[in-house]
């Protein structure tokens, strides 16, 4: 991943909400604040505008790529 061009950089809606899912599960605390600031700041920048949908398209796809 270090070496690609950032623009070149995609995260799909399932993974932006797994991480933040996984921040939301925490205790309240330091930890929890911790990370949730660190996913809005690396998914702003590293991927700003660069979120891709998991509609029924990317279900289709991945039920193929299973079959393959």
């Known amino acids: ?39 809005d700041r690396t998914l702003g920048f590293l991927f700003a505008g660069r979120f891709l949908p998991f509609d029924s398209n990317a279900v289709r796809a991945q039920a193929d790529i299973f079959d393959a």
């Open 1 to 39: 991943m270090d070496e690609q061009p950032t623009q070149r950089l995609f995260v799909t809606a399932v993974a932006e909400a797994a991480i933040r899912a996984g921040a939301a599960i925490l205790p309240e605390g330091a930890r929890r604040r911790g990370l949730a600031d660190t996913a």
